[in-house]
């Protein structure tokens, strides 16, 4: 949970991070920003309408970067679809500039939680740290 803690407080304050799924042999990386702690887990948001959904459905593997401050978390592991409305409801509570894309009942709003995961903080001024949950 304290390593949850602390990889949710990084992704909150940068703001930003870069998702990648693969897509066949092609990897695939884009911007995102969601991210939510729920019950002890780690979720993050979109759309099942998208590309990125669909390769999270065909490939749960993910891995995803985002820097802050000179220091820079990795973050890999395997992302689980959680349809609880609870959850979407959450999510949309906390973000809720969400809300003029998407709502908790649209059948688009898709939440998914890490089930497992690694993740490193690096600097250059400092040793990497690794961590798993
Ligand atoms: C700063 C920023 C944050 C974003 N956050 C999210 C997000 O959390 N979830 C999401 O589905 N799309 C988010 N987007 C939009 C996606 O980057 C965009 O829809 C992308 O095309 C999705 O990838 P895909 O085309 O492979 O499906 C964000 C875009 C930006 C610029």
């Known amino acids: 949970m304290e390593n949850l803690e602390r990889i949710y407080k990084f992704l909150e304050e940068a703001g930003t991070y ?8 092609q990897p695939r990386v884009r911007a995102f920003g969601t991210v939510l702690l ?8 979109t759309g099942k309408i998208k ?17 802050k401050d000179g220091k ?4 890999s592991g395997i992302l689980e679809r959680d349809e609880r409305r ?20 649209d059948g688009n709003t ?3 939680y890490f089930k497992s995961g690694e993740a490193t903080f690096s600097s250059f001024v400092a040793p990497s740290e ?3 949950f």
């Open 18 to 25: 870069y998702l990648a799924t693969v897509e066949g042999d």
């Open 38 to 45: 729920y019950e002890g887990k780690l979720y993050i948001q």
């Open 51 to 67: 590309a990125v959904s669909k390769q999270i459905k065909a490939n749960p593997k993910v891995e995803l970067c985002a820097f």
């Open 72 to 75: 820079w978390l990795r973050l």
């Open 86 to 105: 609870e959850v979407k409801k959450a999510m949309l509570d906390k973000m809720p500039t969400l809300r003029t894309m998407y709502n908790e009942d």
């Open 110 to 112: 898709e939440v998914l």
């Open 130 to 132: 690794t961590v798993t």
